[in-house]
């Protein structure tokens, strides 16, 4: 982002002298500190808990066109998007100088979100119906579809109202108003009515919802939509979540995180479990080391761009660049040569002097004498400041030692990092369904680990106590990473907590200062290679400095290559998840859309979004199962419908490349304040108590997955269906198809077998079920059904010559 709002201007530059003081470390991570060490220079983004630093903040734009616009100009954004009245709203890591260009260029940026302070009024409420619907009041009704009617509950029993509904009519100035009942036994009236927002993306228009469930002191048993169009639909309304889970057996044990921890604690954590536990579990070292926590020592001198150059060291600061020093010297001659000499690691620059012995050396010479002699180009590299000319004179500096500025303790190594994955099942041979949990893409949501290794601690510390646990390790095999990006999580931990990426700089000089130090890295979960940037798809940056940049190239991060690695190498892993924070959303491929035309991934195929919905059920109720937590039914679903575009995504690579069926959670979900009648959020990393509960549902959530695999596993039974008529007239005759269970239809109607290469039943839209097949004569329609564990109606055997297939003759009045 700080390249797309532009670079800073002579006169901004931070620089410092003297050597970086030695700073003490608590034993539990903290964030990092918001003021830097006396000799640091001062990177441009600094993190704080005040308004002087860095701050999660909220962003409004007027519609998806304008989170598009964020995402390619490269603004941090955080995986959060919630409609609101007057627009949309996201989050955004950003310093103030960057709040404020961004204000500048007309964004709406509000308060802070991460320290909870100064939170910002909400925008003013949209247009008044009453206007919307005199406008729209000649027009010809609208015809409503309903996607969506459900309660459910959530924190303290708090109870919630969801609707989604399609309007036939697309137009901005269409008004839906929802009106409910009070639940069985009370008087017709005694319900309650909202207006309903219209939900856009990639200025598309694609159904009318509420910006946020609807507290409700009764259960509705039905809701009635009106449009300002004259459109009306009267639909009951549902339970969403809450399906009842056994408990668990009285020897069943749970609950063992205590604090934030590193990737040095998982990875230690997990070998531990392994040793414990060798009969069912090992560790798997994934072959990509990551490049490591570890940086070049630097040093930058100057007071303004024109004058300003830094140097970097050849070796990683721990490897001896930290030992580096140069200092700028003015000869007390007149019209001295600039000139270089070296003495072990101290460089210095004698400095060019004119016919009154003042300094005439320019920023470029110096850049130019460092790296053109010998002894001083094998300890460092010289530039200009961000691709400036150079022309300014420079003063003479004392010795000035390189540092790396990395500040976490000695515990922490800064040699490239030894990924691991937890394989956990008693059979691990390849024959049993294979199961992919992995944590913390993105290195500052320090919760996601949490959620990893509070799940490999149920499994295997009751698996000789609980039979339920014992049938999921016994039938499945589980892979497990704690920690994708190690290096990132590490410099998140000690060093600037609000860090995304790994920590692999690809910048080239102009942009690798080391005031830019907290804007290197590449962003994990868009480093893949299918949907990618590279393939023109939305929600990332080929910029160096964005928080959402893809990389130089599809998979060139060792960590996003891990992923793939585990997945080939162990093809029998059909499910995956990826845990990411916050918002609470719970979402499935595809990920990712070209903005023009909102041109999407191909979306899965009906039976399988079936799939995902009938599964989002029974784990978004494991969920809920722990403190109550209620995910919304809007942030549940494919990834662009419910938040936005996320080009080279893990998911879609694992869906698209190798066919595994992966969700992603966002864990996190939005408080609700009955005080204030508000939904809060609670930001990347909250105070412990609130991260151990999130660590706590959403590893529930991922032991329910694992019970969604072993029923696949597990799965004999065949599917049934029906074939059901949903209109009849004059002229032809419309029906579609029921199935008992998530399943695929495949139909002719020319007479022909069905084979998996007929027809194939789709989605009526996105949210709005099967769809409707019309026949203008009287016809027989053949037909069979899969279900996605590839058992077949009837046994049925589509590449065969049985005629077993199901059959039924659809009649249209006035023909035979």
Not at 135 to 144: G, I, N, Q, S, V
Not at 382 to 393: C, H, I, L, N, S
Not at 461 to 474: F, G, I, M, P, Q
């Given at each position: 982002?700080?390249?797309?709002?532009?670079?800073?201007?002579?006169?901004?530059?931070?620089?410092?002298?003297?050597?970086?003081?030695?700073?003490g470390?608590?034993?539990?991570?903290?964030?990092?500190?918001?003021?830097?060490?006396?000799?640091?220079?001062?990177?441009?983004?600094?993190?704080?808990?005040?308004?002087?630093?860095?701050?999660?903040?909220?962003?409004?734009?007027?519609?998806?066109?304008?989170?598009?616009?964020?995402?390619?100009?490269?603004?941090?954004?955080?995986?959060?998007?919630?409609?609101?009245d007057?627009?949309?709203?996201?989050?955004?890591?950003?310093?103030?100088?960057?709040?404020?260009?961004?204000?500048?260029?007309?964004?709406?940026?509000?308060?802070a979100?991460?320290?909870?302070?100064?939170?910002?009024?909400?925008?003013?409420?949209?247009?008044?119906?009453?206007?919307?619907?005199?406008?729209?009041?000649?027009?010809?009704?609208?015809?409503?579809?309903?996607?969506?009617?459900e309660?459910?509950?959530?924190?303290?029993?708090?109870?919630?109202?969801?609707?989604?509904?399609?309007?036939?009519?697309?137009?901005?100035?269409?008004?839906?108003?929802?009106?409910?009942?009070?639940?069985?036994?009370?008087?017709?009236?005694?319900?309650?009515?909202?207006?309903?927002?219209?939900?856009?993306?990639?200025?598309?228009?694609?159904?009318?919802r509420?910006?946020?469930?609807?507290?409700?002191?009764?259960?509705?048993?039905?809701?009635?939509?009106?449009?300002?169009?004259?459109?009306?639909?009267?639909?009951?309304?549902?339970?969403?979540?809450?399906?009842?889970?056994k408990?668990?057996?009285?020897?069943?044990?749970?609950?063992?995180?205590?604090?934030?921890?590193?990737?040095?604690?998982?990875?230690?954590?997990i070998?531990?479990?392994?040793?414990?536990?060798?009969?069912?579990?090992?560790?798997?070292?994934?072959?990509?080391?990551?490049?490591?926590?570890?940086?070049?020592?630097q040093?930058?001198?100057?007071?303004?761009?024109?004058n300003?150059?830094?140097?970097?060291?050849?070796?990683?600061?721990h490897?001896?660049?930290?030992?580096?020093?140069?200092?700028?010297?003015?000869?007390?001659?007149?019209?001295?040569?600039?000139?270089?000499?070296?003495?072990?690691?101290?460089?210095?620059?004698n400095?060019?002097?004119?016919?009154?012995?003042?300094?005439s050396?320019?920023?470029?010479?110096?850049?130019?004498?460092?790296?053109?002699?010998?002894?001083?180009?094998?300890?460092?590299?010289?530039?200009?400041?961000?691709?400036?000319?150079?022309?300014?004179?420079?003063?003479?500096?004392?010795?000035?030692?390189?540092?790396?500025?990395?500040?976490?303790?000695?515990?922490?190594?800064?040699?490239p990092?030894?990924?691991?994955?937890?394989?956990?099942?008693k059979?691990?041979?390849?024959?049993?369904?294979?199961?992919?949990?992995?944590?913390?893409?993105?290195?500052?949501?320090?919760?996601?680990?949490?959620?990893?290794?509070?799940?490999?601690?149920?499994?295997?510390?009751?698996?000789?106590?609980?039979?339920?646990?014992?049938?999921?390790?016994?039938?499945?095999?589980?892979?497990i990473?704690?920690?994708?990006?190690?290096d990132?999580?590490?410099?998140?931990?000690?060093?600037?907590?609000?860090?995304?990426?790994?920590?692999?700089?690809?910048?080239?000089?102009?942009?690798?200062?080391?005031?830019?130090?907290?804007?290197?890295?590449?962003?994990?979960?868009?480093?893949?290679?299918?949907?990618?940037?590279?393939?023109?798809?939305?929600?990332?940056?080929?910029?160096?400095?964005?928080?959402?940049?893809?990389?130089?190239?599809?998979?060139?991060?060792?960590?996003?290559?891990?992923?793939?690695?585990?997945?080939?190498?162990?093809?029998?892993?059909?499910?995956?998840?990826?845990?990411h924070?916050?918002?609470?959303?719970?979402?499935?491929?595809?990920?990712?859309?070209?903005?023009a035309?909102?041109?999407?991934?191909?979306?899965?195929?009906?039976?399988?979004?079936?799939?995902f919905?009938?599964?989002?059920?029974?784990?978004?109720?494991?969920?809920?199962?722990?403190?109550?937590?209620?995910?919304?039914?809007?942030?549940?679903?494919?990834?662009?419908?419910?938040?936005?575009?996320?080009?080279?995504?893990?998911?879609?690579?694992?869906?698209?490349?190798?066919?595994?069926?992966?969700?992603?959670?966002?864990?996190?979900?939005?408080?609700?304040?009955?005080?204030?009648?508000?939904?809060?959020?609670?930001?990347f990393?909250?105070?412990?108590?609130e991260?151990?509960?999130?660590?706590?549902?959403?590893?529930?959530?991922?032991?329910?997955?694992?019970?969604?695999?072993?029923?696949?596993?597990?799965?004999?039974?065949?599917?049934?269906?029906?074939?059901?008529?949903?209109?009849?007239?004059?002229?032809?005759?419309?029906?579609?198809?029921?199935?008992?269970?998530?399943?695929?239809?495949?139909?002719?109607?020319?007479?022909?077998?069905p084979?998996?290469?007929?027809?194939?039943?789709?989605?009526a839209?996105?949210?709005?079920?099967?769809?409707?097949?019309?026949?203008?004569?009287?016809?027989e329609?053949?037909?069979?059904?899969?279900?996605?564990?590839?058992?077949?109606?009837?046994?049925?055997?589509?590449?065969?010559?049985?005629?077993?297939?199901?059959?039924?003759?659809?009649?249209?009045?006035?023909?035979?």
């Open positions: 982002m700080r390249s797309s709002l532009g670079g800073r201007r002579a006169g901004r530059v931070a620089v410092a002298f003297a050597l970086p003081l030695v700073l470390f608590a034993a539990v991570p903290v964030l990092a500190e918001p003021s830097p060490t006396a000799g640091e220079v001062a990177p441009d983004r600094r993190s704080g808990t005040e308004q002087n630093g860095v701050a999660l903040l909220r962003v409004i734009v007027p519609d998806q066109a304008g989170v598009d616009r964020l995402n390619s100009m490269g603004v941090d954004l955080a995986e959060y998007k919630k409609p609101l007057d627009g949309i709203e996201v989050h955004a890591v950003l310093s103030p100088q960057e709040a404020e260009e961004l204000r500048g260029l007309g964004f709406d940026v509000r308060g979100i991460s320290d909870q302070a100064d939170f910002a009024e909400n925008a003013a409420e949209r247009r008044a119906a009453i206007t919307s619907a005199e406008k729209a009041a000649a027009a010809e009704a609208d015809t409503l579809t309903p996607l969506r009617a309660w459910f509950t959530s924190l303290d029993d708090q109870r919630f109202l969801s609707v989604e509904v399609k309007s036939s009519a697309t137009d901005a100035q269409t008004v839906l108003t929802v009106t409910w009942d009070g639940g069985k036994g009370t008087a017709p009236d005694s319900g309650g009515t909202a207006t309903m927002s219209r939900f856009t993306d990639a200025g598309q228009y694609m159904y009318h509420f910006n946020t469930p609807l507290t409700v002191t009764e259960i509705p048993t039905r809701v009635t939509v009106t449009s300002s169009r004259g459109g009306s639909v009267t639909v009951p309304v549902t339970k969403w979540l809450g399906e009842k889970r408990a668990p057996g009285k020897h069943y044990v749970a609950d063992f995180v205590d604090h934030y921890m590193d990737p040095t604690e998982t990875a230690d954590r070998t531990t479990l392994a040793r414990e536990f060798p009969k069912v579990a090992e560790i798997v070292d994934l072959p990509y080391k990551t490049n490591g926590y570890r940086r070049a020592a040093a930058q001198f100057g007071t303004a761009a024109a300003t150059f830094y140097v970097s060291s050849r070796a990683y600061g490897e001896g660049g930290n030992d580096v020093s140069v200092a700028l010297v003015k000869p007390d001659t007149a019209s001295s040569p600039v000139s270089v000499s070296v003495t072990g690691k101290n460089v210095v620059v400095l060019a002097t004119d016919g009154s012995a003042a300094v050396s320019t920023a470029r010479q110096v850049v130019d004498a460092l790296n053109g002699d010998a002894a001083a180009s094998a300890l460092l590299t010289a530039a200009t400041y961000r691709g400036d000319a150079g022309g300014g004179v420079v003063a003479a500096a004392p010795a000035t030692r390189l540092a790396d500025d990395l500040k976490a303790p000695p515990s922490v190594s800064r040699d990092f030894q990924m691991k994955a937890l394989r956990i099942g059979t691990r041979d390849g024959s049993k369904t294979g199961v992919f949990l992995y944590c913390q893409e993105h290195a500052r949501e320090w919760v996601t680990p949490l959620v990893c290794v509070e799940t490999a601690e149920r499994l295997l510390r009751n698996y000789a106590r609980d039979e339920r646990t014992r049938k999921l390790v016994d039938g499945l095999d589980i892979f990473v704690p920690t994708v990006n190690p990132g999580a590490h410099y998140s931990m000690y060093d600037y907590n609000f860090q995304r990426r790994n920590m692999t700089n690809h910048c080239a000089a102009n942009a690798a200062d080391p005031a830019r130090r907290n804007s290197w890295g590449v962003d994990l979960n868009r480093n893949f290679s299918v949907g990618s940037v590279f393939d023109g798809y939305s929600g990332a940056s080929t910029t160096c400095t964005s928080d959402t940049f893809a990389g130089p190239a599809e998979l060139s991060e060792p960590e996003a290559k891990n992923e793939v690695w585990l997945t080939q190498r162990y093809p029998n892993i059909k499910f995956a998840m990826n845990t924070s916050y918002g609470g959303y719970f979402m499935w491929p595809p990920g990712a859309y070209k903005t035309g909102r041109e999407l991934l191909p979306r899965v195929d009906f039976g399988t979004e079936n799939f919905w009938s599964a989002s059920d029974h784990i978004l109720s494991a969920v809920q199962s722990w403190r109550g937590t209620g995910i919304w039914p809007g942030r549940t679903g494919p990834v662009p419908d419910v938040l936005y575009s996320a080009a080279g995504n893990s998911a879609d690579e694992h869906w698209f490349s190798r066919g595994i069926i992966g969700w992603d959670f966002e864990v996190g979900a939005d408080v609700y304040d009955p005080a204030t009648k508000r939904f809060q959020a609670v930001g990393q909250p105070e412990f108590a991260g151990h509960q999130e660590a706590m549902e959403f590893a529930s959530g991922q032991i329910a997955i694992l019970e969604v695999a072993k029923a696949f596993a597990d799965d004999r039974e065949r599917p049934g269906s029906d074939l059901k008529v949903t209109d009849r007239t004059g002229t032809s005759t419309t029906f579609t198809f029921e199935v008992d269970e998530p399943a695929n239809v495949y139909y002719t109607l020319d007479g022909s077998r084979t998996l290469n007929s027809p194939k039943l789709a989605a839209g996105m949210r709005e079920g099967a769809q409707r097949i019309t026949v203008e004569k009287t016809t329609v053949r037909w069979f059904a899969v279900d996605i564990a590839g058992n077949v109606e009837k046994n049925y055997k589509p590449e065969g010559n049985g005629n077993n297939h199901r059959k039924e003759k659809v009649e249209v009045r006035g023909t035979r």
